[in-house]
């Protein structure tokens, strides 16, 4: 029998979130995936999720869940639970659904894996979940639990599909919300404004690491990534040390990117930042050590120094664009 898989949908002005559609489309090829939506937009976002995959949508438009932090969203998940018992709660990895899915493994005593890049039901229907481990995609049989399972799966790790023609049967939930789930308020939000596109969007991105030399020189990069029209981002060796950001990180813990250009500057290409990277369409690396594990990965290497090539590069890419 088909598995069921609740996806939890969030809504980012006024629309699904980009993040939750791609678990959805992931859901719809695992089972029968049914998606949750709550807040004020919940109505307006419910009927489009069939073309995204979903079968069947609850829906709870009720402000409250715009207002306050996670909580009401655990209890209505939560009531759901007790009335029906999905086999897999597929999960982006956001901010909130990082705790709404640890306060409801804690709550119903549910297996939790996070940070999934992959999962496929086996011939004995068990669930295998593939997460990465010391830099490489490893396979971990799931749940130690029996019964319904949490998996959290990594932005990017799944592409938005259209299910043509697919209608959602879309059930209006009657919860009533507690009180007490109204504690922690939103009291303001804040945008942070960042020039180009966001690094999980480009379809380029420049990337630099400790073989910069020093903070003031992470510029050749921002400006090379301007002159592309892509985003900058870096390595965790010099977000520890405090140049940029943790947003600007990639790599296994930082951010998984799939830019159709990545190009790596004077980053050594360690395990763990080839793991958020790696699936770049091309990789052009700049690194003066000819030998820099960073080469096994590029399709085209430079050996040089950073600060020589990128000031060229970008005069040359000015130059034909003038
Ligand atoms: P380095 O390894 O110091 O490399 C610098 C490179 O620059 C060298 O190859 C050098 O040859 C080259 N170079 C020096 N000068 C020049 C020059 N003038 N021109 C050209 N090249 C030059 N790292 C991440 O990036 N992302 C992660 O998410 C991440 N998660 C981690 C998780 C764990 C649990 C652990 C243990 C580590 C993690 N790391 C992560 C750290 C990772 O192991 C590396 O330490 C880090 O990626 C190295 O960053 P780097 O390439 O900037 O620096």
Redesign the pocket.
């Known amino acids: 029998m088909a598995k069921t898989i609740w996806v939890l949908v969030e809504i980012e002005d006024g629309r699904p979130a980009r993040s939750s559609l791609e678990v959805l489309s992931k859901a719809a090829h695992l089972g029968r995936a049914e998606a949750i939506v709550l807040g004020s937009a919940a109505a307006t976002v419910a009927p489009s999720l069939g073309e995204f995959g979903a079968e069947k949508v609850y829906v709870h438009a009720d402000p409250t869940y715009d207002t306050y932090l996670t909580l009401p969203a655990v209890d209505t998940l939560s009531d759901l639970l007790q009335r029906q018992q999905p086999d897999l709660l597929l999960f982006p990895t956001t901010y909130d659904v990082r705790d709404i899915a640890a306060r409801l493994s804690a709550r119903h005593n549910l297996g939790l894996i996070t940070d999934a890049t992959d999962l496929r039901y086996d011939e004995s229907e068990r669930l295998e979940v593939t997460v990465p481990w010391g830099g490489e995609n490893v396979v971990v049989a799931t749940h130690p639990y029996q019964g319904t399972g949490i998996v959290l799966a990594r932005p990017k790790a799944f592409s938005v599909e259209r299910f043509e023609g697919r209608q959602a049967e879309i059930e209006q939930l009657s919860v009533t919300l507690r009180p007490e789930s109204q504690q922690m308020k939103i009291l303001d939000r804040v945008e942070v404004q960042s020039e180009g596109p966001a690094l999980e969007d480009a379809s380029i991105i420049v990337s630099g690491?400790?073989?910069l030399?020093k903070p003031e020189n992470y510029r050749l990069v921002e400006e090379l990534a301007t002159v592309l029209g892509g985003a900058p981002g870096a390595?965790?060796?010099?977000v520890d040390a405090g140049w940029l950001p943790y947003s600007y990180?990639?790599?296994?813990?930082?951010k998984t990117v799939k830019p159709t250009l990545y190009i790596a500057c004077?980053?050594?290409?360690?395990i763990?930042?080839l793991?958020?990277m790696k699936g770049s369409k091309y990789i052009v690396a700049?690194?003066?050590?000819e030998h820099?594990p960073?080469f096994s990965v590029a399709d085209l290497g430079i050996v040089?120094?950073?600060?020589t090539v990128l000031p060229q590069l970008i005069e040359e890419v000015k130059r034909r664009k003038a």
């Open positions: 690491g400790r073989g030399g390595t965790r060796a010099i990180q990639i790599g296994q813990t930082g004077g980053i050594s290409g360690a763990q930042h793991a958020g700049i690194n003066k050590d820099a960073i040089g120094d950073v600060l």
